[in-house]
Nanobody, 115 residues
Framework: QGRLVESGGGLVQPGGSQRTSCAAS????????MGWNRKAPGKQRELVAH???????SYADSVKGRFAISRDNAKNTVYLHMHSQKPEDTAVYYC?????????WGQGTQVTVSS
């Protein structure tokens, strides 16, 4: 019964900033590890950012120093903050919520960085 609903994204110029959101329902949100993946045309799916239920974070080398993942357990929402965006950040971004034997995925939201 778990559901993830993503919002945000859109079109920005290089160097811009965006925030994507993923609201969860039907799960005990604070117990889940949360993360963001992205899929760009012609490229493999990439794990961009991850946050454990305890708050530990990790990032892909391609986004370190530019992206940040955060979570608000009171709102059952995980965010991806994107700064200094580059054209190569253009992709569909997917959030996920994970337990050892159960994972939910969002539907994805398009992020486009272009002049």
């Amino acid at each position: 019964q778990g559901r993830l609903v993503e919002s945000g994204g859109g079109l920005v110029q290089p160097g811009g900033s965006q925030r994507t959101s993923c609201a969860a329902s039907g799960i005990t949100f604070s117990s889940y590890n949360m993360g963001w993946n992205r899929k760009a045309p012609g490229k493999q799916r990439e794990l961009v950012a991850h946050m454990t239920s305890g708050g530990s974070t990790s990032y892909a080398d391609s986004v370190k120093g530019r992206f940040a993942i955060s979570r608000d357990n009171a709102k059952n929402t995980v965010y991806l903050h994107m700064h200094s965006q580059k054209p190569e950040d253009t992709a569909v971004y997917y959030c996920h919520a994970q337990l050892p034997r159960l994972t939910y995925w969002g539907q994805g939201t398009q992020v486009t960085v272009s002049s």
